[in-house]
């Protein structure tokens, strides 16, 4: 699950910018320019971070139940492969979506789940299905890219979503695109929750402490955003009890993340 950790730490690291140089606003012309010029040197030092942090996911160790095969790449053991997730996003919740912002939340939630299936070798067909329909009903290029060069094509993560970040600032997306991001975060986080035993033993305490460094962030950014965007505030309030995992070891996120296992699913639910 390599590339679902990338995903994992990709979605985080993109807010990171935003924790030291994002500004207040006003209602003056001067203070529009002076935003969207932050804005656009925020996508500059995005793309820096992504790679950055991306980067260090790859540090991550090797899960024991993950094996490499012969040609470097890596992929579930047969012992994990035989036990197929029962906690995957139900693809029929995703047909009555009329709200834009939900459309953006679960492209991410069904990319991250599309992820893990593959893995498991279980049917991914609908997963494509729905993420092609949702894209293709949401009509924003950036994300059609997205969705073609990662979840079609399997292209590389780190690539994708660098370009991702400078087209949606470009399209002034702004606001879907932290929608994007902190929905794949939840699924992420849920996913987490759902095999502890599995993904704790991947962290130590310093990426423990970088990954909770950057959800931290994420709230930060959603709340600066909302100064931008009023409508976002109702995303805030479903993700608001997340807000407290904020680990500097291992020990403490392990022990969070158990803590706070209902909740996640009750956000989950609630995200769309």
Known sequence: MKKLSLFFLGFAVLALPSCMNQGGQSGSSADTVKISQE???LSEQLKFNVNNLIE?????KTAPFISKKDDGSIELTAQEKMVKPDYLFDLSSTNKLVNLSDKYRAVAILGVDKVIAEK??????????AIGKLVLEIDDPALKE????????????????STLVDAEYSAERQRFFWE???AGLVEEVYVMTENMDKFMPM??????SDVTFNFVCVHYGLTEMMKLYPEMESLDKVLGPLYVINATSKKELEQQLIELKDTIKRVRQNIL
Do not use: R, T
């Open 146 to 161: 997205f969705s073609k060069s990662v979840w079609e094509s399997d292209g590389p993560v780190d690539q994708a979503i």
């Open 203 to 208: 962290f130590d305490d310093q990426s423990a």
């Open 180 to 182: 994007f991001i902190a």
């Open 39 to 41: 804005e656009k040197l």
């Open 56 to 60: 260090s996911a790859k540090k991550l």
């Open 120 to 129: 498991y070798e279980m049917p991914i067909a609908g997963f494509k299905a």
